[in-house]
């Protein structure tokens, strides 16, 4: 038996379409000028808008500085009646701490004033260890980070 004879691949009958080889230009929506007309156009839209959006920030900061000034001197106040509050409790701490001991008084060294040369109505404004003395280590060490950023 012999085997049958292998067929040899062929182009189609008529041959093979043509190979297209040569540029096909893109098409065209707009001219050079009326994509420079668009750019003028846009570009001049976003300068307007930036324009007044600077214009409102300039308003807006404004605004807020004076907000601030408004409020600096009541934040001030506020401070200033806290600071005194602690004052007073630490020293009605002091006077609940040491109300056993014989011969204390509140504000001196067993009756001794300790600063000599100052009016008694005069503030001794206190140390921040003297003013922290009656709250937690950790309260302490976190203000005195604040107050060294400061």
Do not use: C
Not at 61 to 85: G, H, T
Not at 103 to 110: F, I, L, P, R, S
Not at 135 to 140: N, P, R, S, V
């Amino acid at each position: 038996m012999s085997s049958p004879a292998k067929l040899q691949d062929l182009p189609p009958k008529g041959g093979y379409q043509n190979i297209p080889f040569k540029r096909v230009p893109a098409k065209t929506y707009f001219k050079g000028w009326q994509m420079i007309a668009g750019y003028a156009g846009i570009s001049t839209v976003g300068l307007f808008l930036y324009w007044l959006n600077v214009k409102e920030n300039h308003r807006n900061e404004i605004e807020m500085r004076s907000a601030r000034n408004v409020i600096y001197p009541l934040l001030l106040a506020e401070r200033d009646r806290e600071y005194l509050k602690q004052l007073r409790r630490n020293r009605d701490e002091e006077a609940e701490l040491m109300k056993n001991v014989e011969g204390w008084e509140v504000g001196t060294w067993y009756g001794e004033p300790v600063f000599k040369t100052i009016p008694k109505d005069k503030l001794v404004e206190p140390t921040f260890q003297e003013f922290y003395v009656h709250t937690d280590y950790k309260h302490m060490a976190k203000r005195s980070d604040i107050k060294l950023m400061n």
